[in-house]
């Protein structure tokens, strides 16, 4: 059993600064890629928008409205993922949540989400 556990969510001014984590734990063999996606306020599930996501080798993918801004990193000691909100702004507000590919078989795990505000 893999479990996913986010932290670091909160209330924010424009133009700060948030750091985002997230642990796996329990039965892990492998860790692929991670990834945190965001779900704003009113919006479906299914329209939960990537934010970043980073390999195994590191390698990172950025969505356009956060290039510059985020940074996405990576502890595999750890089993942790990270996501630096540099100048956050209102519309980045939402619900976070952090994906991770576990295992030989790929498994796809979501964390439980944390809100990040922005406050203009």
């Known amino acids: 059993q893999v479990q996913l556990v986010e932290s670091g969510g909160g209330l924010v001014q424009a133009g700060g600064s948030l750091r985002l984590s997230c642990a796996a734990s329990?039965?892990?063999?492998?860790?692929?890629?991670m990834g945190w996606y965001r779900q704003a306020p009113g919006k479906q599930r299914e329209l939960r928008e990537l934010?970043?996501?980073?390999?195994?080798?590191?390698?990172?993918n950025y969505a356009d409205s956060v290039k510059g801004r985020f940074t996405i990193s990576r502890d595999n000691a750890k089993n942790t993922v990270y996501l630096q909100m540099n100048s956050p702004k209102p519309e980045d507000t939402a619900v976070y949540y952090c994906?991770?590919?576990?295992?030989?078989?790929?498994?796809?795990?979501w964390g439980q989400g944390t809100q990040v505000t922005v406050s203009s």
């Open positions: 934010v970043a996501t980073i390999t195994s080798g590191g390698s990172s």
């Open positions: 329990g039965s892990i063999f492998s860790i692929g890629d």
């Open positions: 994906k991770v590919i576990i295992g030989p078989f790929r498994t796809t795990y």
